[in-house]
Each structure stands twice: as structure tokens, then as C-alpha cells.
């Protein structure tokens, strides 16, 4: 089984930045997409971003372009960069992982997921 983990979240101010770390343990494969999830009180999961298991093919949702990075190391790690953090952003950012190269962008075709962690961003 694979196992996810989620860090790096936490409190920050309008416009800062944060810099999210998913880890996978136990059984992984070398060929699975990663991406990043999240979810506000009383809200659906939405898309964030994703990203190939070689590190290609980054998707970034339409609300995050030109302020999120999502990108791999040569670890099983994937991060996501958030950079002008805005107040909307604030939700449980979800780390998910599924079997395949091949990156979509909706979650139920992921089927392994981190426990989250809180972005809280001030005005």
C-alpha cells in the first residue's frame, strides 16, 4: 500500500507564500501521477494540481495559474509552491496518488490520499 503525507501547511498572510511537501511511503510503483486536492468547510474537493510520475505534464487549475507550482524531485516527493496566497485559498490541501503516468484532473480517479493539511491564508 502506498501511503501519502502531507506537510507544510499552516498560517500565513495575504499575498505570502507556502511551499507544500507530499511524501509517499510503503509500496509505491515507479509509474503514478500525483496531485494536489483541496477542500473548504461546506465545499467540495476541488483540483489544484497535478503531475506525471516523471514529473511531466503539470496541470494547474484555472484559479491557481501563475501563483501555484506543482513539480516532483527525484524522490517520491511532490511538492506545490503557492505563492500570493490569497484568503480564498484557505481549505484542507489534500496530497493523492494513483497507478498510471496519465494526469486527470478529477479526484476519483485517484485512490490513494494524504490525511491533509490546513492553509489558512489572513486578510
Known amino acids: 500500500q502506498v501511503q501519502l503525507v502531507e506537510s507544510g501547511g499552516g498560517l500565513v498572510q495575504a499575498g505570502g507564500s507556502l511551499r507544500l511537501s507530499c511524501a509517499a511511503s510503503g509500496r509505491t510503483f515507479s509509474a503514478y501521477a500525483m496531485g494536489w486536492f483541496r477542500q473548504a468547510p461546506g465545499k467540495e474537493r476541488e483540483f489544484v494540481a497535478a503531475i506525471s510520475w516523471s514529473g511531466g505534464s503539470p496541470l494547474h487549475a484555472d484559479s491557481v495559474k501563475g501563483r501555484f507550482t506543482i513539480f516532483r524531485d527525484n524522490a517520491n516527493t511532490v511538492y506545490l509552491q503557492m505563492n500570493s496566497l490569497k484568503p480564498e485559498d484557505t481549505a484542507v490541501y489534500y496530497c493523492?496518488?494513483?497507478?498510471?503516468?496519465?494526469?486527470?484532473?478529477?479526484?476519483?480517479?485517484?485512490?490513494?490520499w494524504g490525511q491533509g493539511t490546513q492553509v489558512t491564508v489572513s486578510s
Open positions: 493523492a496518488a494513483r497507478s498510471g503516468s496519465y494526469v486527470y484532473t478529477d479526484p476519483r480517479r485517484y485512490d490513494r
